[in-house]
């Protein structure tokens, strides 16, 4: 950004309401906005989120899955 545009915007800032709308190459910005391209974004980071890892032992009610079925006949089908 130029020296000058930035000049120009701190003086206007020094009258400037809080919604007021600094307009830079056609474009409206607002203070936070300007304030971001001139200095950077200073703001902190926020921390990144990390999910924690639950373990969870399921019991099924089918305990014998995989064991052939017992029909309790002795016939074939």
Same mark, same amino acid.
């Given at each position: 950004m130029k020296r000058t545009t930035i000049m120009r915007y701190n003086?206007?800032?020094e009258s400037a309401g809080s919604s007021d709308k600094f307009t830079c190459e056609g474009v409206a910005y607002s203070q936070k906005q300007m304030d971001k391209m001139i200095h950077?974004? +200073?703001?902190p980071k926020p921390e990144p989120k990390v999910e924690e890892t639950i373990n969870i032992d399921i019991e +099924?009610?089918?305990e014998d899955m995989g064991q052939p079925l017992d029909r309790g006949d002795s016939e074939e089908y």
């Open positions: 003086k206007w800032k950077g974004d +200073t703001s +099924t009610e089918y």
